[in-house]
């Protein structure tokens, strides 16, 4: 007994009662099932919708094809998708990398020196305020039109979030907290790794996951103005050729690395904050 | 390392018994703000011996925290002199003399229960006089012993102001300074708190200074209380209390501690 009171210090606040705890544990994984289940559903109706739809209506195949025919075209054409999902994702990857990074290090700047932030911030605002699409050329004829303004655009789509972000985890620990730095007679190196970029980690998470889908349009943008392989360069191409199918097919692909590259970041995440960060003290 | 360490140690012994842990003299404590000049503390003379519980009650705006705050090196006096244990605060501070309890508990929510009780350890050259105690001994202590593991957000605030307790102790401060740390809490959960607090203090027999807006609890923590009125702050009385030690929470209902209780309740009312 005196063991299960350490690895359960509450045990004695729980009564055992089998029957009800069977109950309350069959309700739970009744409603885990339902919570994995519904998006299926749900997706499997919308297709269904749509491949009624077309048929129905008999909608022409340079307008919107059919979920089937998108399928097939998966199927056929899946290497030669491939072939041009290695370049985006590689911008894409890269562009997350060295945009975050950038954000980190400029926000870390901005808390150590206030006087970076009055100076800076304005411009970073201003930046943000140019359009995607208005970036993408300037970029082009700034670095080529090889793959360098790609990991450019996708940079800089990621940089703005995860810099307020950033700043903000960074500044936000509370007066308390650094008292007791002060109290602790702790360095100011020591107030900043063991205080304030532990604090940051949940806002810093946040910004990756909304850089991880947004680095993949900043690639697919960038490869939108001179360039012929990759997925933006395959939706322009299956749209001048009428062919929706492949242009169906191709942002299926996109979707589901970005997809995919955010359910990466989420699981790091889970992995790395392993606190409540919302309700703790 | 080791060696450093016990320079330390000999370096800090000579200190003759008789220095007291606190020694104020004529000070003040004045801040601007947009709004003008506030004298939060005005001619604050003050002696607390080594091993003394003492209690600091006032009104809100009296500067009690304020006090506290100055003697930890957190706010600078404008006028007068502070010392602790015969030196100026900051360099206390930095011997490791000084410990601090917040009135909100305070803990690193990505630390562990143990990781926060070992803080001071990792930072400010993680030196430890020679009161200090292992992390897992003052988690015992303040009773907590198999929670270790928890993490801030599944303790309770009576069991997060322990975790802050066991910080504060463990590289053996001499003197305990301790800013409404039971304010938030429940009652039952508060009383609880005090008796233990008076068992921590016996035991590491460190000077405590106490700030409360509880009369009873000054009272029955205090060896003595000191009474503060507001605007500027100031101090009022200082008023030993007579009970017999070890006080246990039955004491409070006895006629000596009401009659006490009421003493100082008659000092606050011209605070």
Not at chain 1, 195 to 218: C, D, E, H, M
Not at chain 2, 99 to 106: E, W
Not at chain 2, 231 to 241: D, F, K, L
């Amino acid at each position: 007994m005196a063991d299960s009171v350490v690895t359960a210090p509450l045990g004695g606040a729980f009564a055992q009662d089998k029957e009800a705890q069977a109950r309350f544990d069959a309700r739970q994984r009744r409603l885990l099932w339902r919570k994995r289940l519904l998006p299926i559903v749900a997706l499997v109706g919308v297709l269904l919708a749509w491949w009624l739809a077309v048929v129905f209506f008999d909608i022409q195949p340079f307008i919107a094809p059919s979920p089937v025919a998108v399928a097939a075209t998966l199927k056929a054409k899946f290497p030669m998708l491939m072939t041009n999902l290695a370049p985006t994702a590689i911008e894409a990857v890269l562009g997350f990398l060295l945009g975050n990074i950038a954000a980190t290090l400029v926000a870390t700047s901005f808390v150590l020196r206030r006087t970076m932030e009055e100076a800076f911030f304005p411009i970073a605002v201003m930046i943000n305020t140019i359009p995607v699409v208005a970036k993408a050329p300037i970029l082009v004829l700034l670095l080529g039109n090889g793959m360098e303004p790609k990991i450019a655009i996708a940079a800089l789509i990621c940089f703005f979030p995860t810099l307020v972000n950033m700043t903000r985890g960074l500044r936000n620990v509370s007066q308390e907290q650094l008292d007791l730095m002060h109290v602790l007679s702790a360095r100011s190196r020591e107030v900043f790794f063991k205080l304030r970029v532990q604090n940051s980690l949940p806002y810093l998470f946040s910004a990756l996951k909304i850089a991880a889908s947004t680095a993949v349009i900043g690639a697919i943008v960038g490869e939108w103005i001179g360039s012929n392989i990759g997925i933006g360069a395959l939706i322009i191409q299956a749209t001048y050729n009428f062919d929706s199918a492949l242009l169906y097919a191709t942002i299926v692909v996109g979707s589901t690395f970005s997809a995919l590259f955010f359910a990466l970041i989420s699981l790091i995440e889970r992995r790395v904050i392993t606190w409540n960060a919302g309700r703790a003290a | 390392m080791t060696a450093f360490a016990l320079d330390r140690e000999m370096e800090a012994t000579p200190v003759p018994a008789a220095t007291p842990a606190v020694d104020c003299s004529d000070v003040s404590v004045r801040f601007t703000t947009e709004r003008g000049t506030v004298t939060a503390l005005e001619g604050i003379n003050l002696r607390v011996p080594r091993g003394g519980f003492l209690s600091l009650l006032g009104p809100s705006g009296c500067g009690k925290s304020t006090l506290l705050r100055l003697v930890a090196d957190l706010v600078p006096p404008t006028n007068g002199s502070v010392a602790v244990l015969g030196e100026a605060p900051a360099v206390a501070r930095s011997r490791r003399e000084i410990g601090f309890v917040f009135q909100d508990a305070a803990l690193l929510p990505w630390r562990s229960v143990l990781d926060n009780v070992r803080l001071p350890l990792e930072v400010g050259g993680g030196r430890a006089g020679p009161g200090a105690r292992s992390a897992e001994a003052l988690i015992k202590l303040v009773g907590l012993a198999g929670w270790e593991k928890a993490y801030p957000h599944e303790l309770s605030g009576g069991m997060r102001q322990r975790v802050a307790i066991a910080r504060a102790l463990i590289y053996g401060p001499k003197l305990l300074l301790m800013d409404e740390p039971f304010g938030a809490l429940d009652e039952i959960t508060r009383d609880r708190l005090n008796e233990e607090l008076l068992q921590i203090w016996q035991e590491t027999e460190t000077t405590i200074l106490f700030v409360t807006h509880s009369i009873y609890e000054a009272a029955f923590l205090g060896q003595e209380v000191l009474l503060l009125a507001a605007r500027p702050g100031r101090v009022r009385e200082r008023v030993a209390i007579d009970l017999p030690a070890p006080r246990g929470l039955a004491l409070r209902e006895t006629p000596q501690f009401v009659e006490q209780a009421a003493r100082l309740r008659r000092i606050l009312e011209t605070c």
